[in-house]
């Protein structure tokens, strides 16, 4: 099992930045992919962005390119999601998941482990 945990959500004003941080615990594998997810009430959970484990490849969704940067510390079995330039439509609840096949998803149910999520609210 590997335990997920978030941390870094809050209330931005539109154009601020947020770094949400998500730490893994538990069992951990080198081929693990680790992405953000994010979902709005009464909708889907989408994609955001996944990062390799050796951090070489990453993949963003065409909402977030050119704002947001995903990062991973392996020795501290830390992803970060750097978001900047926020915009109200960013407004969500994170999740940090993990996958154990190697490869970058952007399909939610492809993930194997989810963390609790955090709350991300961008003003206007």
């Known amino acids: 099992q590997v335990q997920l945990v978030e941390s870094g959500g809050g209330l931005v004003q539109a154009g601020g930045s947020l770094r949400l941080s998500c730490t893994a615990s538990g069992r951990t594998f080198s081929s693990t992919v680790m992405g953000w997810l994010r979902q709005v009430p009464g909708k889907e959970r989408e994609f955001v962005a996944a990062?390799?484990?050796?951090?070489?490849?990453?993949a963003y969704a065409d909402s977030v390119k050119g704002r947001f940067t995903i990062s991973r510390d392996n020795a501290k079995n830390t992803v970060y999601l750097q978001m900047n330039s926020l915009k109200p439509e960013d407004t969500a609840v994170y999740y940090c998941?993990?996958?154990?096949?190697?490869?970058?998803?952007?399909?939610?149910?492809?993930?194997?482990?989810w963390g609790q999520g955090t709350q991300v609210t961008v003003s206007s």
């Open positions: 998941a993990a996958d154990e096949s190697g490869r970058i998803w952007s399909q939610p149910r492809k993930y194997n482990y």
């Open positions: 990062i390799s484990w050796g951090g070489v490849n990453t």
